[in-house]
T-cell receptor, first 114, second 115 residues
Framework: KAGVTQTPRYLIKTRGQQVTLSCSPI?????VSWYQQTPGQGLQFLFE???????NKGNFPGRFSGRQFSNSRSEMNVSTLELGDSALYLC?????????????FGEGSRLTVL | AQKITQTQPGMFVQEKEAVTLDCTYD???????LFWYKQPSSGEMIFLIY??????QNATEGRYSLNFQKARKSANLVISASQLGDSAMYFC????????????FGGGTRLMVKP
């Protein structure tokens, strides 16, 4: 079966712009989580959505936002981009939230901010 | 708050040998899950193995096994019979069972398999 699909895979933006990243979870999965990976800070949790509701949020400024649609697809948005937002953004999906079991990741969207 | 420590930034292992990647964690939550992921240079995080804090037996998945020592708060990954394709970054992560899918990751260990 198809895995977690993230688009776009690579993108370049300039400071001040905004960006929207998309994540399609594995079919049937209702939980989608987003993570940021940078060389300096490592992997950090951004937020989780389950059944179109934000369930958890990490310690990121309000410029980072997300949403989930009724088909479980999720988008995250970063407004007023800063150089430090350059990172690999990873999306993960699971059947449900907060129970034992696997969390499957996509290949990520690599954002470069110039 | 949770903390994951991976003390080995990089490791070499000879092909076909076994290797242990260390992971210690700190949490006050009584119920939690521990994960190991592999990240090749492509960037995708590949799920390897999961251990619940109340599981009595150590988890195993093919060539991967998790050496879970709850009292010592360690969850080391053992890879048996290393293959060249095992060269990658390996991340240990944990999730309290009351925190949805909010994982806390360690800093990772880069494993390099020598032919």
């Amino acid at each position: 079966k198809a895995g977690v699909t993230q688009t776009p895979r690579y993108l370049i933006k300039t400071r001040g712009q905004q960006v929207t990243l998309s994540c399609s979870p594995i079919s049937g999965h209702r939980s989608v989580s987003w993570y940021q990976q940078t060389p300096g800070q490592g992997l950090q949790f951004l937020f989780e959505y389950f059944s179109e509701t934000q369930r958890n949020k990490g310690n990121f400024p309000g410029r980072f936002s997300g949403r989930q649609f009724s088909n479980s697809r999720s988008e995250m948005n970063v407004s007023t981009l800063e150089l430090g937002d350059s990172a690999l953004y990873l999306c993960a999906s699971s059947l449900v939230t907060g129970t034992a079991g696997e969390l499957f990741f996509g290949e990520g969207s690599r954002l470069t901010v110039l | 708050a949770q903390k994951i420590t991976q003390t080995q930034p990089g490791m070499f292992v000879q092909e076909k040998e076994a290797v242990t990647l260390d992971c210690t964690y700190d949490t006050s939550d009584p119920s939690y899950g521990l994960f190991w992921y592999k990240q090749p240079s492509s960037g995708e995080m590949i799920f390897l193995i999961y251990q619940g804090s109340y599981d009595q037996q150590n988890a195993t998945e093919g060539r991967y096994s998790l050496n879970f020592q709850k009292a010592r708060k360690s969850a080391n990954l053992v890879i048996s019979a290393s293959q060249l394709g095992d060269s990658a970054m390996y991340f240990c992560a944990m999730r309290p069972n009351n925190a949805g899918n909010m994982l806390t990751f360690g800093g990772g260990t880069r494993l390099m398999v020598k032919p």
